[in-house]
């Protein structure tokens, strides 16, 4: 040797991530070579001493990292009769992009896809088991795979601390197999990290599993709470893509006050995401029951005043559009705080994008979020999506998009909300083809509809005897719909057994044996029978009863079954004193 | 077989007399009552809903504390609610806990329809007719 060669490619590699990761000064002393220093040197290391290498390492790394990244750079200075490009292969995969905060799944899904790019091997498979049950994945096939076989060339154990596993490989050239047991425990070491990550979630899944439930997923369904106002048609539904995600859509208001919705995303995935989407919903409800005049705009700026600095602790943002639906004036104010896509489809013209002029919740101290109002009568349209949706990708990678988004409005923009909302998420579905769903998916959509008139109307005094009447009123009913040649038998006995349990109901717990009366309103077309079903009893929403145990008999529970099973859509809201109840037929 | 149908015509002339004898308009559905052979028949007639159920509730009770062998023909009953079913699971985890028979019979197809939607036909001990129900409690 004529002159110091400097280290190998491999170990300037590794040492460049240590000090992207907190090193602040780096001395390798191996055998045989002058010493090797990156960085400014505080004096202040200890060093870590092998047979073959010293490392001294200052700054704030751990030392778990230190010690197990040295074992590696024994195995590199070692492997001096390798091939270059060996050791560039065992470099690169040394730089696996390993988050310590996904699953296993996840893990163990991008760890085999990286190993055979690296590797340059028709196929890579990991087999686990361990305490969060067995999982396997396998890399994604190549465009090209010369090698069919079945037939693993190399296995390796993968030296888990928490289970156990194997790596298998098939095709490709042979590979050393002392890079082969380094990629082992690198990969063990980053599903070690996984499980953990998995059971710790697991664990405060479990601890608030009850309050979860209740106050995320629920919530995240507006299919209970969506409200009724003459003039317009609303339907929402979100679609989660893991079990707890960022997306929420709720509405607010309504007795005695103006009716809000209010759809929205909090950044980022997890329990993070669901604690601080039920804090934002909560915090937006509150501004719309406590502030004096409440606009969409004053709305979204006090919720950012409260929720600012939560978001800012941890890091994240929510987006949030805010809405205040005017039955009188047709029409619906709208503040939005960067949410997107908003669309807004005036009757004969062509959908459009309604670009947010606010920011993010969370992001600045104000949020610069203004109202401007929009026309809501026959024919107009509004859907407020989330990104879950022009976001999606296909199996090649490309998205849905903008375009598709407001084409598929402009082809559904005739028909009801929820034939909208459906046909939206079926498009993007369709656009997707196998790939999985990326993200939440929420769309809210909001149709301007004539003021209809019902085709009967009765009242029935709210006690048991009296709805003996049902039976002739419900003919009587029938007879007077224009959807009456589609209604068979079997649907009017359904009908007949909703409405009953309905109004049994609205007797037995609304009511409660104190006098009163209920209003029955017969609509729709001939293509779905509505009825209306309207009391002055206290507060109460039948349809939050819980679902009966189906696998064992029970007393209670069947009523609201019953009328679910047999019903279309059902939907309850509370208007002043009134309860209002809607049963859905399609014919 | 020839039992059965021999039972079933005694126990339907039963029925008859019972039904002339006692005519109950004023509770909200009628009901006949007869013992065959130490077998308790209870046939409701009319809707049974929330309006109906607390009656029949107590001749049910009424009926078990008696009787350990229970038939309940339900072929004159055109409707039934979640209150009607739930009267008959409670009297039928009764007889479930005194280790007594309880078999309803003659469910008209709406009625059978209901019980198919919430499971019950499952967990309930039916019989396809009445006289066959009797039949199996014979023996």
């Known amino acids: 040797m004529t002159r110091p060669p400097g280290p190998p490619a491999a170990v300037e590699t590794i040492v460049e991530a240590w000090l992207e990761d907190g090193a602040e000064h780096v001395t390798l002393t191996a055998r045989g070579h002058p010493p090797w220093s990156w960085g400014p040197s505080s004096g202040d290391g200890t060093p870590l001493t092998t047979s073959a290498l010293t490392v001294l390492v200052e700054g704030d790394l751990p030392a778990a990292r230190i010690a197990h990244d040295t074992k590696l750079l024994v195995e590199i200075l070692d492997l001096a009769e390798s091939a270059a490009e060996a050791r560039h292969r065992l470099a690169t995969v040394m730089r696996f992009e390993v988050p310590a905060d996904v699953d296993v799944a996840t893990t163990l899904q991008s760890t085999v896809d990286q190993l055979a790019d690296v590797l340059a091997v028709a196929r890579v498979t990991i087999n686990v088991e361990t305490e969060v049950g067995p999982r396997t994945a396998t890399s994604a096939a190549p465009v090209v795979d010369p090698d069919r076989s079945q037939e693993a060339t190399a296995t390796r154990a993968l030296p888990l601390n928490r289970g156990a596993g194997t790596l298998s490989i098939v095709g490709g050239d042979a590979i050393n197999p002392e890079i082969l047991d380094a990629l082992a425990r690198r990969a063990a070491s980053a599903i070690d990290l996984s499980i953990t990550y998995e059971e710790s979630i697991a664990t405060v899944r479990l601890q608030n599993e009850y309050e979860l439930a209740e106050r995320v997923q629920s919530r995240m369904l507006p299919r209970r709470s969506v409200p009724q106002l003459t003039g317009f048609e609303i339907f929402a539904e979100s679609r989660p893509a893991r079990l707890v995600g960022g997306d929420f859509c709720d509405f607010q208001g309504g007795t005695g006050r103006p009716t809000f919705f209010s759809v929205g995303d909090v950044s980022g995935k997890g329990l993070p995401a669901a604690i601080l989407m039920s804090m934002t919903m909560a915090t937006l409800t509150n501004k719309v029951e406590y502030l004096p005049e409440p606009t969409p705009e004053a709305i979204i700026a006090r919720a950012n005043e409260d929720m600012y600095s939560h978001f800012t602790d941890v890091g994240m943002f929510a987006t949030a559009v805010v809405g205040k639906l005017d039955p009188e004036a047709s029409s619906v104010s709208l503040a939005n705080g960067g949410h997107s896509p908003v669309v807004y489809k005036a009757s004969g013209m062509p959908p459009e994008l309604i670009a947010p002029e606010g920011t993010p919740l969370g992001v600045l101290d104000e949020t610069f979020a203004k109202d401007r109002t929009l026309r809501l009568a026959t024919g107009d349209v509004l859907v407020v999506a989330s990104d879950g949706l022009n976001e999606q990708r296909d199996s090649q990678g490309e998205m849905f998009g903008y375009h598709r988004l407001l084409a598929t409005v402009e082809a559904l923009a005739d028909q009801p909300a929820r034939l909208i909302a459906i046909g939206l998420f079926s498009a993007v579905r369709a656009f997707a083809g196998g ?153 | 077989m020839t039992i059965a149908v021999a039972a079933f015509a005694t126990w339907s002339e039963e029925r008859l007399r019972r039904t002339m004898a006692t005519p109950t308009e004023e509770h909200g559905m009628e009901y006949v009552t007869a013992i065959d052979d130490g077998i308790e ?28 062998r229970l038939v309940v023909d339900l072929s004159a009953v055109p409707f039934i609610d979640s209150t009607g079913l739930a009267t008959l699971v409670r009297a039928m985890k009764h007889a479930r806990e005194q280790n007594a028979s309880f078999v309803l019979c003659g469910l008209v197809e709406p009625v059978r329809i209901i019980f198919e939607l919430t499971r019950l036909d499952r967990a309930f001990d039916i019989a396809d007719d009445c006289a066959s129900a009797l039949a199996t409690l014979r023996q």
């Open chain 2, 41 to 68: 028949i209870l046939s409701p007639s009319g809707r049974f809903d929330a309006f109906a159920a607390p009656q029949i509730a107590e001749e049910l009770a009424r009926i078990q504390a008696a009787s350990d």
């Open chain 1, 435 to 587: 790939a999985e769903q990326d993200d939440d998916q929420t769309v809210l959509v909001v149709r301007g509809v004539p003021r209809t008139t019902p085709s009967f109307q009765a009242e029935l005094d709210a006690d048991l005897e009296a709805l003996r009447g049902l039976p002739k009123l419900l003919d009587e009913a029938i007879a007077r719909h224009p959807g009456r040649r589609a209604i068979s038998d079997d649907i009017r006995t359904g009908l007949e057994l909703a409405i009953h349990e309905v109004l049994t109901n609205i007797v037995v717990h609304g009511y409660a044996d104190t006098r009163g009366s209920i209003t029955l309103r017969f609509g729709g077309d001939t293509s779905e029978i509505v009825i209306d079903i309207e009391d002055q009893a206290r507060a109460f929403d039948p349809l939050e009863a819980p679902m009966p145990d189906l696998d064992a008999p029970q007393v209670h529970g069947y009523g609201m079954f019953l009328v679910r099973e047999l019903m279309d859509t059902t939907e309850y809201g509370r208007r002043g004193q009134t309860n209002h109840l809607r049963l859905i037929k399609h014919l």
